[in-house]
């Protein structure tokens, strides 16, 4: 069973602050991606990667970084957190290319800026 | 612009019933289409995919139906039961899609017993 899980599942932070989205996979997939979930939009992409080093921007990057330094790990930096940044986060995990194959989502972290 | 568009956004029915969700895209040259499934609390998983080499796909009670000409596909959810009460969100990706999936904004379904 494909495992990915994402830590914390819950954070408060204050605007201005710091935040770090930790997702650890264990399924060996290459891509990793870091979604937002908001009610009327769905899923949106924030930034993938293809392996360990790298990282893209998806639709929506302002306001985030992210990093890989390995093939099980991949973050999601907020520098300065806004209101607006609050929402559910998802990190996912595949092996194929080209947009086509399983997505394996983590359960989600759940993130308030004050 | 949103590649993806689901209808409607919330869907009520009753169980027993077949449930319809609908769905279009904008690029022409996606070829692979997944539906993903959500519960409250829990990441999206993928419940049925389709190529677009094909018309339809069927799984257990549930059955994509793929127009390529019209680019648009719908999920039918034949008799639906209270379990299958979730979020489900159409995705578009392959072709020009540069390695990821595009989502629609999702379709709420309640089935009442």
């Known amino acids: 069973e494909a495992a990915v899980t994402q830590s914390p599942r819950n954070k408060v932070a204050v605007t201005g602050g710091k935040v770090t989205l930790s997702c650890n996979q264990t399924n060996n997939h290459n891509n990793m991606y870091w979604y937002r979930q908001d009610t009327g939009h769905g899923l949106r992409l924030i930034h993938y990667s293809y392996g360990a080093g790298s990282t893209e921007k998806g639709d929506i990057p302002d306001g985030y970084k992210a990093s890989r330094p390995s093939q099980e790990n991949f973050s999601l930096i907020l520098e300065l957190a806004t209101p607006s940044q609050t929402s559910v986060y998802f990190c996912a995990s595949g092996d194929a290319t080209g947009g086509t194959g399983q997505l394996y989502f983590g359960e989600g972290s759940k993130l308030t800026v004050l | 612009q949103q590649q993806v568009r689901q209808s409607p956004q919330s869907l009520t029915v009753w169980e027993g019933e077949t449930a319809i969700l609908n769905c279009s895209y904008e690029?022409?040259?996606?070829?692979?289409f997944p539906w993903y499934q959500q519960f409250p609390g829990e990441g999206p998983a993928l419940l049925i995919a389709?190529?677009?080499?094909?018309d339809k796909k069927e799984d257990g009670g549930f059955t994509i139906f793929f127009n390529k000409r019209e680019k648009n596909l719908s999920l039918h959810i034949k008799d639906s039961q209270p379990g299958d009460s979730a979020t489900y969100f159409c995705a578009a990706g392959g072709g020009s899609a540069l390695g990821r999936l595009h989502f629609g904004a999702g379709t709420q379904l309640i089935v009442i017993p």
């Open positions: 389709i190529r677009s080499v094909s």
């Open positions: 690029n022409s040259a996606f070829d692979y």
